[in-house]
């Protein structure tokens, strides 16, 4: 996705960019708020020792999707409102379940998962580098969703993830990878940047997080019912 890759400050200079695993873009189920982004993961995330990510994981999936509408239309979250007085704790390791589905993105294509990062997940470092991750709203997708339901009756919600792209520099040598991954309108965007650096996320100042709410490129309010295949049968 353009807009991850604009949105960060890249290494210089920045001379190729080579897309990657390109995943299908939704994957849709019965009671997919329920699922996993584990039923995507590659063997050896998947065995990793992870439960409690997933705990965490399931604990704020379940909160977006009881409290869908409210959340956006305020652009707010709150830790302590889903875990409680232990949000920082749960927090680690929610970013660590997202971490675990950025890592095995670049396992997939070949890309070494730099050393702090591994170090974040297995709890030996407390403070996570090379990343840089903002948790938003895709507007497109929230307004197909409330259409979906309200005009289908398919309120099961979808997960997804982005193209991986992977930027290269004059020796090529990978710089670092950025894609997006998701469940209904919620979004997260990233980059893995090699070069050694400090992570950060715009969920981690606070109990708060104020989502931006965005349009993807090309697309503006009206656009899912024009959009609805079974609206608009060609
Ligand atoms: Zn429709």
């Not at 982004?37 to 020792?49: G, P, Q």
């Not at 390791?93 to 070949?110: F, M, P, Q, S």
């Not at 670092?176 to 100042?205: E, I, K, P």
């Amino acid at each position: 996705m353009v807009r991850a890759f604009g949105s960060g400050p890249w290494p210089n200079p920045v001379v190729r960019v080579q897309s990657g695993s390109d995943r299908e873009d939704r994957i849709q189920g019965p009671n997919s708020a329920k699922l996993k982004f584990a039923k995507v993961l590659c063997a050896n995330c998947n065995n990793a020792r992870s439960q409690s990510f997933d705990l965490a994981y399931d604990a704020f999936t379940e909160h977006i999707h009881q409290n869908s509408k409210a959340i956006v239309e305020v652009g707010v979250v709150q830790f302590s409102r889903i875990y409680g007085k232990g949000w920082r704790d749960e927090r680690r390791k929610l970013t660590r379940y997202l971490v675990k589905n950025i890592c095995c993105r670049l396992a997939e294509d070949g890309v070494q998962i730099p050393q702090p990062v591994i170090q974040f997940m297995d709890g030996s470092v407390r403070y996570l580098q090379n990343l840089i991750l903002e948790m938003n709203i895709n507007m497109a997708k929230y307004e197909m969703g409330v259409h979906l339901r309200d005009a289908h009756g398919i309120g099961e919600g979808s997960l997804w993830m982005g193209d991986h792209g992977i930027i290269y520099d004059s020796q090529n040598s990978p710089l670092g990878t950025y894609s997006h991954l998701g469940f209904d309108w919620f979004n997260v965007d990233y980059q893995m940047l090699f070069g050694h650096r400090r992570g950060r996320a715009n969920f981690f100042s606070g109990d708060t997080v104020k989502l931006e709410r965005f349009w993807p490129q090309g697309f503006s309010t009206g656009d899912a019912v024009r959009a609805c295949r079974d609206c608009n049968p060609s």
